[in-house]
Nanobody, 115 residues
Framework: QVQLVESVGGLVQAGGSLRLSCAAS????????MGWYRQAPGKQRELVAR???????NYGDSVKGRCTISRENAKNTMYLQMNSLKPEDTAIYYC?????????WGQGTQVTVSS
């Protein structure tokens, strides 16, 4: 059973930074894509960023230029560095990992940005 364990989010002031991590364990053969999504109250889940096993990245429009995603394949671990945080970044952040024909989700971690 694959598990995705996310680091604890937290409360950050606007303009601050936060780093999230997600570690995958159990029954993993190959995780082609790992990514972060977020969902704010009353809104749909949206892409924050994702990275392929080869290191290609893409970002959601709302975070471009403020976030950097990276991964350590040997550790099946992914990181999201978020800078210049805004109150509108407040959401539950979910880790996602995609293998061959399967997709896994973490339980989510709350990130709150105060103004």
């Amino acid at each position: 059973q694959v598990q995705l364990v996310e680091s604890v989010g937290g409360l950050v002031q606007a303009g601050g930074s936060l780093r999230l991590s997600c570690a995958a364990s159990g029954g993993i053969f190959r995780l082609n894509i790992m990514g972060w999504y977020r969902q704010a109250p009353g809104k749909q889940r949206e892409l924050v960023a994702r990275v392929t096993i080869g290191g290609s990245t893409n970002y959601g429009d709302s975070v471009k230029g403020r976030c950097t995603i990276s991964r350590e394949n040997a550790k099946n671990t992914m990181y999201l560095q978020m800078n210049s945080l805004k109150p509108e970044d407040t959401a539950i952040y979910y880790c996602n990992a995609v293998g061959v024909g399967v997709s896994y989700w973490g339980q989510g971690t709350q990130v709150t940005v105060s103004s």
